[in-house]
């Protein structure tokens, strides 16, 4: 299946822990993204890239380093995590900017 | 202020009925729109795209923009319960690729 994939679905930590979110692509997209959306279901936008290259990136803690070995796969590592970190990761992809196609999400829990 | 503004809803409608949904954007720079839908628990799909005013007609479903005022509204004709979801409606600005997304409005269609 062509998708947006993400891995862990589920993802439970404590406070002051590391953990990291990977994402891949099989569209053959150029563009990548990482969107967080909170409990009240706003969605933001956090980082893109394009072709490996950052051109996003929005007021982020810099606790949060998105890293993209290739045009294909773009992971999220958090350090130090918070309990405000806790909500829904979602990856997306894109050809055409806008157009994103969004992966299954990443429910991130912080206790 | 908002960037994005969306009525949070719900918004409910009886079967079979049109549900009319409306966005207000403040970037008069824009481009691009787009109407997403959000199931309870998955990811953002898109459903609509328009780029220039007027009327853009899939299904359904269409589009109205009207960039003088702002404006973007979503009508969903001949709404089925499976229609209950919630809308996200996301502008394109003019410096690249980042999307702004509204805050959503919930859909509840009763048979």
């Known amino acids: 299946d062509t998708a947006v994939s993400q891995t862990p679905k589920y993802l439970v930590t404590q406070m002051g822990n590391d953990k990291s979110i990977k994402c891949e692509q099989n569209l053959g997209h150029d563009t990548m993204y990482w969107y967080k959306q909170d409990s009240k279901k706003f969605l933001k936008i956090m980082f893109s890239y394009n072709n490996k290259e950052l051109i996003i990136n929005e007021t982020v803690p810099n606790r949060f380093s998105p890293k993209s070995p290739d045009k294909a796969h773009l992971n999220l590592h958090i350090n130090s995590l918070e309990l405000g970190d806790s909500a829904v990761y979602f990856c997306?992809?894109?050809?055409?900017?806008?157009?994103?196609?969004f992966g299954p999400g990443t429910r991130l829990t912080v206790t | 202020q908002k960037e994005v503004e969306q009525n949070s809803g719900p918004l409910s409608v009886p079967e079979g009925a049109i549900a009319s949904l409306n966005c207000t954007y403040s970037d008069r720079g824009s481009q691009s729109f787009f109407w997403y839908r959000q199931y309870s628990g998955k990811s953002p799909e898109l459903i609509m795209s328009i780029y220039s005013n007027g009327d853009k007609e899939d299904g359904r479903f269409t589009a109205q923009l009207n960039k003088a005022s702002q404006y973007v509204s979503l009508l969903i004709r001949d709404s089925q319960p499976s229609d209950s979801a919630t809308y996200l409606c996301?502008?394109?600005?003019?410096?690249?690729?980042?999307?702004?997304f509204g805050g959503g409005t919930r859909v509840l269609v009763k048979p």
């Open positions: 996301a502008v394109g600005g003019a410096a690249g690729n980042k999307l702004t």
């Open positions: 997306a992809s894109s050809q055409r900017g806008g157009e994103e196609d």
